[in-house]
């Protein structure tokens, strides 16, 4: 497991940090209406500022961080259920239908209900794995705010976990507030690197190989057999 994390993040490094700017690019959500700035309706209360959309946003991943990691460093229960508990915090913090709709990019629109079912009762689960297994050595670590920085909509909170045994790694929460205004993660970045593009490419290719139907396949076993003590699972990848 320490060797598939040690690749996992020279993957990262390898990358460029896209995930603000892909985000931005793309309406969450399937695109809703932009108020002209300045405008209210009338009666209603102010609209937020940027600045207002930052400070809340830096509030959220700070509260989401400490939630997190009092659940993988809690001293109830076993190691799954301290993983159980860390992936319902990232399911209710994260815009899931967003990620999720990314990750399988424009295979989608050959999906059929059926399949669009299946990817949907299964992704919750894999994607906050995913997430709990990269983070599950660094959280605990001493960590200290960098800065934040709002861009169409999206802030990016920045935080730097200070490891002892080496060095200090940046991480990003990419945040904005969803249709019911309610704040979300829509990204999480390490090294300036977005988990879900990394992820998004290895299921384009394994799709490619294998087809949609081979790619739910290994969802659904995967979240079957995966316990919070076993080695991550088979990498979805085209090699296969």
Do not use: C
Not at 40 to 68: H, I, Q, S
Not at 92 to 115: C, S, V
Not at 118 to 139: H, L, N, S
Not at 195 to 203: G, N, Q
């Amino acid at each position: 497991m320490l060797i598939s994390k040690i690749r996992f993040l020279a993957a990262l490094l390898a990358l460029s940090a896209t995930s603000g700017a892909a985000a931005a690019q793309d309406a969450p959500d399937g695109g809703e209406a932009a108020q002209a700035p300045g405008e209210a309706a009338e009666g209603a209360d102010a609209p937020e500022t940027a600045d207002d959309l930052v400070d809340a946003a830096v509030t959220f991943a700070k509260t989401l961080t400490d939630e997190a990691t009092a659940a993988l460093t809690s001293e109830e229960g076993t190691e799954e259920d301290r993983l159980t508990a860390f992936q319902d915090i990232l399911k209710d913090g994260m815009a899931l239908d967003y990620i999720a709709r990314r990750m399988i990019g424009e295979a989608r629109n050959d999906m059929t209900d059926a399949q669009k079912t299946r990817y949907k009762a299964v992704f919750p689960d894999y994607i906050t794995r995913q997430y709990a297994e990269q983070f599950a050595d660094i959280v605990g670590q001493p960590l200290e705010f960098s800065d934040a920085k709002e861009r169409r909509g999206f802030v990016a909170v920045r935080m730097t976990v200070n490891r002892r045994d080496g060095r200090p790694i940046p991480v990003s929460w990419v945040i904005r507030r969803d249709r019911s205004e309610a704040l979300k993660i829509y990204d999480i970045t390490v090294n300036s690197v977005s988990i879900m593009l990394v992820k998004s490419d290895e299921f384009a290719a394994f799709i490619q190989a294998n087809g949609i139907d081979a790619l739910l396949d290994r969802l659904e076993a995967d979240a079957i057999t995966k316990t919070a003590a076993a080695a991550p699972g088979p990498e979805v990848s085209s090699s296969e």
